[in-house]
C-alpha cells in the first residue's frame, strides 16, 4: 500500500479549481520559487518546525488514509466539485497516485491537480486518464527557479510541450505577479504569448502575499519580501489579456 508525506488536507476550498474541493498538499516540489508560500513542501523528506521533533511538518498518510478522508466530503462536491492536489509538485507522485485516483473515479469524485509543469511528460500521462482538469501554475519563463541538485532535471523538461498535451483539460494559467520579479515587461510578453497560443484558456492573475515567510523562518529557510504589483503596472497587464481575472489575498 503507498504511502505520502502530506502537509495538509484543507476542506471546503474555493480558489482550487471548481466549485467547492478538498486539497491535499503533498511536500517535494522540482522548483525553488523564493516567494513560496508553502515553503514546507520544498523537499520530499520529512523535516521539523523550529527544530522541534514533537511538531513534524507533515504526517505519513496511505493510500486507505487519504481516501477514506477524501470521500468523506462527496456531498460537499455536489456536480462541481471534487478534490486538488497541491503541493509541492503533486505530479511527482505520479506512480504512487495512480491507484488512488482509480478509486476516487471510481466513486464518481473529480480531480484536479495544481502543477507547475516541470515533471517529465511520462509522469502526467501514467495520471492523465484519471484527472479533469489542471491548474498551471507559471512562474517566470524561460528562467524558472531551481534547486541547485535539481538542475539538470529541470532543464531536461520541456514545459511548452506539457502544456500543449494538456491544453484542452486546464482550468486557468495562473501566475502569481511581483513587482519587478514576475510582472517584467519580457516575462509577461512570453506569458501573453503562450496564451494566445492557446487562445481557449483562461488567465488568473493572484496577488503576491507574503504567507509563507513566517513559516519559512520556523523552517529555518530564507525567504526574502517581495512586493506585490504596482497597481498602474496591474491595470496595465490586465488590459493586455482577453477575459483575464485578478485574485487579491
Not at 478538498?22 to 518546525?49: A, D, I, M, Q
Not at 523550529?50 to 486507505?64: A, F, T
Not at 503533486?90 to 504512487?96: R, S
Request: proline content about 5%.
Amino acid at each position: 500500500m503507498n504511502s505520502f508525506n502530506v502537509t495538509s488536507v484543507q476542506r471546503l476550498c474555493v480558489n482550487d479549481g471548481p466549485g467547492v474541493r478538498t486539497t491535499v498538499f503533498f511536500k517535494g516540489c522540482t522548483l525553488h520559487c523564493p516567494w513560496c508560500c508553502n515553503p514546507e513542501t520544498r523537499y520530499s523528506s520529512p523535516s521539523y518546525y523550529d527544530n522541534n521533533r514533537n511538531e513534524p511538518v507533515c504526517v505519513r498518510m496511505s493510500e486507505d488514509e487519504i481516501f477514506d478522508l477524501l470521500i468523506r466530503d462527496k456531498d460537499y462536491y455536489a456536480d462541481t466539485g471534487g478534490v486538488t492536489f497541491s503541493g509541492g509538485e503533486p505530479l511527482l507522485q505520479a506512480f504512487k497516485l495512480a491507484p488512488l485516483l482509480e478509486r476516487l473515479k471510481r466513486h464518481g469524485v473529480s480531480i484536479c491537480f495544481e502543477t507547475s509543469l516541470y515533471v517529465p511528460l511520462e509522469f502526467i500521462k501514467m495520471v492523465d486518464s484519471f484527472v479533469d482538469c489542471y491548474i498551471v501554475d507559471v512562474k517566470v519563463i524561460d528562467r524558472p527557479f531551481l534547486f541547485k541538485e535539481n538542475i539538470d532535471f529541470v532543464n531536461s523538461i520541456d514545459f511548452e510541450a506539457n502544456l500543449t498535451y494538456l491544453c484542452k483539460k486546464i482550468y486557468f494559467l495562473r501566475m502569481v505577479l511581483i513587482d519587478t520579479v514576475t510582472d517584467t515587461k519580457e516575462n509577461i510578453e512570453k506569458f501573453k504569448k503562450l496564451a494566445e497560443t492557446h487562445p481557449d484558456l483562461q488567465v488568473e492573475f493572484l496577488q503576491y502575499h507574503s504567507l509563507g515567510l513566517t513559516k519559512a523562518k520556523r523552517l529555518g529557510v530564507e525567504q526574502p519580501l517581495f512586493s506585490p504589483t504596482k497597481e498602474d503596472r496591474l491595470a496595465e497587464i490586465l488590459g493586455q489579456f482577453k477575459n483575464a481575472r485578478y485574485e487579491k489575498v
